[in-house]
């Protein structure tokens, strides 16, 4: 009990001076270098703040004056029974600590474990097209199900449907918002938000209440570039906020890829252009393990009767269709026919089984088990 109270008070500690304004969180972090904890920056006298690197003088008597009060933000992480994650705990990731300008605390709604240190991140258009939404489920289930943990923004398009993917074959997700941990946005993804705390972790760095104006959206992305090893671009416009992340990333030392599209979608001449000035060109899952081989550690697949990942979950009719398919080649008609199900029907439980890594399709509308 005395421990929990101690750390109550320095988390504390970290709330009021994360209010105190203009400490940028380069500044914050070079504060808590020079003083150890912002309880020691919070008793430190004035003539000793002063020495520290490019820090303003209002600044500096705005910490000594303690102007900050963050009862009522102390009372809602309470009440919402959400963890706070600061620069000096273990459990902050590693990956994330080691950008420019870290955010100094994370407010978390489940929880990040060591193996999200294995994390790629999906983002793209808001507007996605059929392809994109597809495709990035496709590229995140099959990643999530080798144990990678996936990270977007849960915005609407892209992000949503990589956050999707990797839930569909039950593995681990983060995502990252720009506005306060108690704000949902899009208010449609109240559902989503839910499963990602169950089987992942939602994150800001934004006190509760905070709306999701325009400019909180490039600092989140800093945040989702800087917890992957890698950024996967799968639709963007010329002007989209995935390319922001997509150059965060390479400040980062982060690897970026983009998927091509149709040449004449307005939203893949953002990822188009990125693949011209280097960006590594994306067709399927192998094509970004092979680049991150040295970083990643992929769960090895597991012979038949050891603990291995889950199965995915699957629906009735696709339990019906899954089982029909072997290692022999069957032609998608004799599916829908030996299935009973309506053509149509038929075609998109095809579509989410390759989804979730279980089948693949080959030429002339043939499929067979994954193995």
Request: hydrophobic share 40%; charged share 30%.
């Amino acid at each position: 009990m005395q421990n929990e109270k101690l750390k109550n008070l320095e988390i504390k500690d970290w709330l009021t001076l994360k209010a105190i304004p203009d400490i940028t969180d380069n500044l914050y972090k070079r504060l808590i270098e020079e003083f150890d904890s912002p309880k020691r920056v919070l008793k430190a006298e004035e003539k000793d703040l002063a020495k520290v690197p490019e820090i303003k003088r209002n600044v500096v008597r705005a910490i000594v004056g303690k102007r900050a009060d963050v009862t009522d933000e102390w009372e809602l992480i309470k009440r919402h029974k959400i963890d706070i994650i600061t620069l000096n705990d273990e459990s902050y990731p590693k990956s994330l600590k080691e950008i420019y300008d870290p955010p100094p605390l994370l407010y978390v709604k489940g929880e990040i474990k060591r193996e999200d240190k294995n994390a790629i991140a999906i983002v793209g258009s808001r507007r996605a097209t059929t392809y994109g939404k597809l495709t990035a489920q496709r590229l995140a289930a099959q990643l999530a199900a080798q144990g990678i943990t996936i990270v977007s923004g849960m915005a609407r398009g892209i992000d949503s449907e990589a956050h999707k993917g990797a839930l569909a074959v039950g593995g681990r997700t983060i995502a990252v918002l720009g506005c306060g941990i108690d704000v949902v946005y899009p208010p449609e993804n109240r559902a989503l938000e839910d499963r990602i705390a169950s089987s992942g972790a939602v994150i800001t760095e934004f006190p509760f209440g905070t709306r999701p104006f325009a400019g909180n959206f490039p600092k989140r992305n800093r945040i989702i570039s800087g917890l992957s090893l890698g950024v996967i671009i799968v639709e963007a416009a010329q002007k989209s906020g995935a390319l922001i992340t997509a150059r965060l990333a390479l400040e980062q030392g982060r690897e970026v890829f983009a998927v091509p599209g149709s040449t004449t979608s307005p939203y893949s001449r953002g990822t188009h252009n990125l693949i011209k000035e280097g960006a590594k060109l994306v067709e399927n899952t192998e094509d970004i393990l092979e680049e991150l081989e040295p970083l990643i550690e992929i769960r090895k697949k597991k012979k038949k009767g050891t603990k291995g990942f889950p199965r995915p979950v699957l629906s009735k009719e696709e339990e019906i269709i899954y089982n029909l398919i072997t290692q022999e080649p069957k032609y998608i008609d004799l599916l829908i026919q030996e299935s009973r199900l309506p053509a149509q029907k038929a075609m998109v439980v095809l579509t989410n089984l390759q989804i979730k890594s279980l089948i693949k399709e080959l030429a002339g509308k043939n499929f067979i088990r994954k193995e």
